[in-house]
Structures are given as structure tokens and as C-alpha cells.
Nanobody, 124 residues
Framework: QVQLVESGGGLVQAGGSLRLSCVAS????????MGWFRQAPGKEREFVAA????????YYADSVKGRFTVARDNAKNTVYLQMNSLNAEDTAVYYC?????????????????WGQGTQVTVSS
């Protein structure tokens, strides 16, 4: 079992930045790929970014490529999502997730463990 707790969400003006953190506890963090997903009001949850267990493979949704950066620190059991140049379309609840798989990391179904989410609101 893996427990995930996100933090770092909040209210930010358009063009601003936020860094989300997700701390994992339980089984060995370094053996899991990690992902970030988000769900905007009235919309389905969507993939944002993912990083393999080693950090050697990283994936981004087209909508955030060049603006968001995912990174992990296995010594701290933490994965980060640095979000720059935020706009109103980035407003959503952001979820951290853990996967024991090494492929298909852009798919929600690949992730077995989920955090409770953190709200990000971008004002225009």
C-alpha cells in the first residue's frame, strides 16, 4: 500500500507559478512511477505528467509541455510538479498517483494509488 499526500495548491494570478509536492509513504517509493492528473469542474480527470521510477522517462500532456516540469527525489519520497505560465485553463484539482507499471503511464488506469488532490485556481 502507498499513501500519497499532495500540497502546494492555491490561488495564483495568470502568468504566475506554483510548485506542487506529493509525499509518499508505505512501500518503497523508488519502485513506483509517479503521475500527476487534474480534474477541472465539469470535466473528466486528465493526464498532466508522469515520471518513471528512475526519472529517466518523463511524459507530458501537450497542453502543459514547456510550462510544467515533473521531478522526483527518491531520497525524500517526493514528486514535484513545477507549474509556470499558469492560465485559467489550468484551474483544477490536481492529483498525484503511483503506478507499479513501466509503460502506459499517461493512462489513469495504470495508476493504483491516488492522493486526495490539491486545488489550483488561476485567476485571469
Amino acid at each position: 500500500q502507498v499513501q500519497l499526500v499532495e500540497s502546494g495548491g492555491g490561488l495564483v494570478q495568470a502568468g504566475g507559478s506554483l510548485r506542487l509536492s506529493c509525499v509518499a509513504s508505505g512501500r518503497t517509493f523508488s519502485s513506483y512511477a509517479m503521475g500527476w492528473f487534474r480534474q477541472a469542474p465539469g470535466k473528466e480527470r486528465e493526464f498532466v505528467a508522469a515520471i518513471s521510477w528512475s526519472g529517466g522517462s518523463i511524459y507530458y500532456a501537450d497542453s502543459v509541455k514547456g510550462r510544467f516540469t515533473v521531478a522526483r527525489d527518491n531520497a525524500k519520497n517526493t514528486v514535484y510538479l513545477q507549474m509556470n505560465s499558469l492560465n485559467a485553463e489550468d484551474t483544477a484539482v490536481y492529483y498525484c498517483a503511483a503506478s507499479g507499471l513501466t509503460s502506459r503511464l499517461t493512462r489513469e488506469s495504470s495508476f493504483a494509488y491516488w492522493g486526495q488532490g490539491t486545488q489550483v485556481t488561476v485567476s485571469s
